[in-house]
């Protein structure tokens, strides 16, 4: 288990949105630190934007990067709690073919080692739309930490072994029609 250095790693274009009320470009530092993780590692910052906590908004800014052949990847953060303004996993569930439900099980696992119970308040999830990964951590610095450095970073590396989601990605689209 883990990177095959036998094997080459594949670059992809990973897109990051903050969804928040209050963050700029001056005080993003949940997108910062997601880019900068993003780019040492590798892959290719696609794009980058910050959304208002609105489920029409969000979901609009997720269906032009899945519909884009210049993303191959898009990682939220924020929205993902459980107060009114918090609509992100709404926002994903009208976009998403498939759910990854593995993957907010595994970012709350990894996260009660650091925040204890609270991590019960997180509703981060992921799917796959078009050919697309879809990501959404929480939008503190420390959640996007945890969810690159614990789980994209290799689940989004071709060397991963037993298995990634880099390695499936040209099977993704295998449903539709042509």
């Known amino acids: 288990m883990g990177i095959d250095?036998?094997?080459?790693f594949i670059p992809i274009?990973?897109?990051i949105m903050t969804v928040s009320d209050t963050r700029?470009?001056?005080n993003?530092?949940?997108?910062?630190?997601?880019?900068e993780r993003l780019t040492a590692a590798g892959h290719k910052l696609a794009e980058r934007a910050i959304i208002k906590d609105d489920v029409g908004l969000i979901a609009a800014t997720l269906k032009r990067w899945i519909d884009s052949p210049a993303v191959d990847c898009v990682i939220t953060s924020g929205g993902t709690g459980v107060t009114g303004r918090d609509v992100t996993p709404e926002a994903f569930k009208q976009v998403w073919e498939k759910e990854i439900p593995g993957f907010g099980e595994l970012f709350r696992w990894i996260s009660l080692k650091s925040i204890g119970t609270s991590t019960v308040q997180s509703r981060a999830t992921a799917g796959v739309a078009n050919g697309t990964y879809m990501?959404?951590?929480?939008?503190s610095p420390s959640a996007c930490r945890d969810g690159w450095d614990e789980i994209l970073k290799f689940q989004l590396d071709a060397r991963h072994r037993p298995c990634n989601f880099v390695e499936l990605m040209p099977r993704l689209k295998e449903h539709i029609k042509k």
């Open 5 to 8: 250095e036998t094997r080459a």
């Open 28 to 35: 993003d530092t949940s997108g910062d630190t997601l880019a």
């Open 13 to 15: 274009n990973i897109a």
């Open 24 to 26: 700029t470009p001056a």
């Open 135 to 139: 990501f959404a951590l929480p939008g």
